[in-house]
């Protein structure tokens, strides 16, 4: 089963075409990249995969599960699919320790042993369990990416 299986995406705006007829597969542990120039519809892509962009045609799965246009992720879906945006200045709430941006997620689905697993999450990425008490700011900019 692919992750991710696009075929035939198009999504307009009023009468411009953002993206037309794109069609790929991601299967699990492949590396995949979506280049192209500025104003071609990579993000617009993206927005659809990650359910922010609700108004399209064309057929895609993604985890096994079909999108329909028009609907918004429910389930198992809405929980296992983020976009991680790429400006964490955009990214990060000033005011939010690290630990307290990371920890949110996971109190609203219920999870336990949360300072455990956000320290894990740190280390996962490079960081120490310490980077969680700093504020985006107090972290250089590869820092503030990788969390």
């Known amino acids: ?67 329909t246009p028009g609907r918004r992720f429910e389930g198992p879906l809405r929980r296992n699919v983020q976009m991680v945006f790429q400006d964490p200045w955009a990214s990060l709430h000033p005011n939010h320790t690290i630990s307290r941006t990371l920890s949110e997620p996971l109190k609203i689905h219920g999870e336990t042993q949360i300072a455990e697993k956000v320290a894990d999450a740190l280390q996962q990425v490079g960081l120490s369990a310490d980077a969680g008490k700093r504020y985006p700011h107090q972290l250089s900019g590869g820092q503030r990416q990788r969390v």
């Not at 790929?24 to 995969?49: A, D, P």
């Open 1 to 67: 089963m692919a992750l991710v299986d696009v075929n035939q995406l198009q999504v307009t705006f009023g009468e411009k075409t953002a993206v037309s007829a794109a069609s790929f597969t991601i299967e699990k542990g492949e590396t995949f990249s979506l280049i192209g120039e500025s104003g071609c519809g990579k993000s617009t892509i993206l927005r659809v995969l990650a359910g922010l962009q609700r108004e399209w045609r064309g057929s895609i799965a993604v985890l096994g599960d079909a999108l």
